[in-house]
Each structure stands twice: as structure tokens, then as C-alpha cells.
């Protein structure tokens, strides 16, 4: 994903992240993609929460345990489509350091909706889905708008929702992946927030100091042109913040 915005300094480094070794290595056959599926729902995932004492602290600690789950057959989809990918698009591609990026972008991207600052996103996202945040942004409350910041630090739960092969009328050739995230945010939400997975106190301290976070999810497609001489950029197709941003 090139990161040419007008805060190169900040995001530059998202690139290499998230794209790896970006260079484009010729395919070693005509890969047969399936044609794009309808796209399917990220993964249901639910979350558990545990109280235990910790060492040298007053007071109990929360800690959040999130469950991933699903079925055998969409694991073992999602690999088959890795090694695709590997084996006549990018041989050095890795779901692991793919994550690892994908985690920063929607950092960097998260925080940059939720401050306004879309102009610094237009090398990240698409043309078509920054037309529709500039609409929606615009009539988000500020508790809402808020609640779109994610930290780094507090995303508490990265995976992949689904993986697409496909090729377009003009033979060219593309890959996308979905990624699901929950993160922890502060923000001034009311607890009946419909959608939300959870929302509990972290206690810091003893019972008289409590902060009350919110568990969030978000939704990221990520999308690459593998056609021959493409820019091996990854570009945010899709972004969805369930309640928050519709």
C-alpha cells in the first residue's frame, strides 16, 4: 500500500508493513481464479472476561480472553487461498506479517477518520469508499466519531474474515482479504450502544477508580492488483465500523 499522503513521514513506514516485499513476481501460470464470491459475514467471535489478583496491585485486574469461532472448512478455505496466493502472485507472501501490517493500517486509517483528516487518506483508501466516509463522517455525533480510534495498543483481537481470487472483465487480476478487529476505546458511549459486543470496567487501583472501556469491532478489506506492471499497493476497499459508521 503506498502511503504518498501529505504526512509521509507518519505513514510511510505502514507500506512496508503491510505490503512485505511488495515487488511483483511474475505468476508462474495462469492462476484459474474463482470468479468473486457474494462477500460473506466476518467471523462470529465472542468474548470472556476474567477477574484475577495481581501481583503487587490492589484490587482485582480484568483481562479479556476473545474466542474465535468457526468451522473447519473456512479454515482450511483461507489456506488454500494463502497458498495461492504464494504460489502465482507473491511467493514471499505470509498471513503473519500481512496481519501485522493490516493491524497498523487500520490504526493509522481508524484515528485519521475519527480526527476528520481525510485528505491523508486517499492513498489508503479507495476513491469510491472515500466519497461515502466523507458523507457519513460528516453526520457522525462526537462520541461516535470518537469511538472509530483504535491504538495499536488496544487492539485486542486481529483475524481474517474471508479471502477472494478473482479476475475482472479486463483479465486483470486481484486479491482481497477481510480483516476483523476488536479494540478497546474510552469514548463517551452510552452502555445500550446496539451491535457492540461488550461493554465492561477495567479497575486500575481499587473499586473507587474504575475506567469503563468499550469492546468494538471493525471490519477492513484490503485489496491488490496482481496484474502484470500493477503498483504493488494495497488499497482499503471496504471499512466498516458496525453502529458507528453506517
Same mark, same amino acid.
Given at each position: 500500500?503506498?502511503?504518498?499522503?501529505?504526512?509521509?513521514?507518519?505513514?510511510?513506514?505502514?507500506?512496508?508493513?503491510?505490503?512485505?516485499?511488495?515487488?511483483?513476481?511474475?505468476?508462474?501460470?495462469?492462476?484459474?481464479?474463482?470468479?468473486?464470491?457474494?462477500?460473506?459475514?466476518?467471523?462470529?467471535?465472542?468474548?470472556?472476561?476474567?477477574?484475577?489478583?495481581?501481583?503487587?496491585?490492589?484490587?482485582?485486574?480484568?483481562?479479556?480472553?476473545?474466542?474465535?469461532?468457526?468451522?473447519?472448512?473456512?479454515?482450511?478455505?483461507?489456506?488454500?487461498?494463502?497458498?495461492?496466493?504464494?504460489?502465482?502472485?507473491?511467493?514471499?507472501?505470509?498471513?503473519?506479517?500481512?496481519?501485522?501490517?493490516?493491524?497498523?493500517?487500520?490504526?493509522?486509517?481508524?484515528?485519521?477518520?475519527?480526527?476528520?483528516?481525510?485528505?491523508?487518506?486517499?492513498?489508503?483508501?479507495?476513491?469510491?469508499?472515500?466519497?461515502?466516509? @466523507? =458523507? %457519513?463522517?460528516? +453526520? &457522525?455525533?462526537?462520541?461516535?466519531?470518537?469511538?472509530?480510534?483504535?491504538?495499536?495498543? *488496544?487492539?485486542?483481537?486481529?483475524?481474517?474474515?474471508?479471502?477472494?481470487?478473482?479476475?475482472?472483465?479486463?483479465?486483470?487480476?486481484?486479491?482481497?482479504?477481510?480483516?476483523?478487529?476488536?479494540?478497546?476505546?474510552?469514548?463517551?458511549?452510552?452502555?445500550?450502544?446496539?451491535?457492540?459486543?461488550?461493554?465492561?470496567?477495567?479497575?486500575?487501583?481499587?473499586?473507587?477508580? @474504575? =475506567? %469503563?472501556?468499550? +469492546? &468494538?469491532?471493525?471490519?477492513?478489506?484490503?485489496?491488490?492488483?496482481?496484474?502484470?506492471? *500493477?503498483?504493488?499497493?494495497?488499497?482499503?476497499?471496504?471499512?466498516?465500523?458496525?453502529?458507528?459508521?453506517?
Amino acid at each position: 500500500m503506498a502511503l504518498r499522503c501529505a504526512a509521509p513521514g507518519r505513514v510511510r513506514w505502514l507500506a512496508r508493513a503491510l505490503a512485505g516485499s511488495a515487488r511483483l513476481l511474475p505468476p508462474a501460470a495462469a492462476a484459474p481464479g474463482p470468479p468473486g464470491p457474494a462477500r460473506t459475514r466476518p467471523p462470529q467471535l465472542s468474548a470472556r472476561f476474567a477477574s484475577s489478583a495481581g501481583s503487587g496491585t490492589e484490587g482485582p485486574q480484568r483481562r479479556v480472553v476473545v474466542v474465535r469461532i468457526t468451522s473447519p472448512f473456512a479454515w482450511l478455505r483461507t489456506r488454500f487461498y494463502y497458498l495461492l496466493i504464494r504460489l502465482y502472485f507473491d511467493h514471499e507472501f505470509s498471513i503473519e506479517e500481512f496481519t501485522r501490517g493490516a493491524k497498523q493500517a487500520f490504526s493509522v486509517v481508524s484515528k485519521l477518520l475519527s480526527q476528520r483528516k481525510l485528505d491523508l487518506l486517499e492513498e489508503l483508501v479507495s476513491a469510491e469508499v472515500l466519497q461515502v466516509l @466523507k =458523507e %457519513k463522517i460528516s +453526520l &457522525l455525533p462526537d462520541s461516535h466519531r470518537d469511538a472509530l480510534a483504535a491504538d495499536i495498543d *488496544a487492539i485486542m483481537y486481529t483475524t481474517e474474515g474471508d479471502v477472494r481470487i478473482y479476475y475482472d472483465d479486463d483479465g486483470r487480476k486481484f486479491v482481497s482479504i477481510l480483516m476483523c478487529f476488536w479494540y478497546l476505546n474510552g469514548a463517551n458511549l452510552p452502555d445500550e450502544v446496539p451491535g457492540e459486543a461488550k461493554v465492561f470496567q477495567i479497575v486500575f487501583g481499587d473499586e473507587n477508580t @474504575k =475506567e %469503563k472501556k468499550h +469492546l &468494538l469491532t471493525a471490519n477492513y478489506e484490503f485489496q491488490r492488483e496482481f496484474t502484470e506492471g *500493477a503498483k504493488p499497493d494495497w488499497t482499503i476497499t471496504r471499512i466498516e465500523h458496525p453502529r458507528l459508521l453506517e
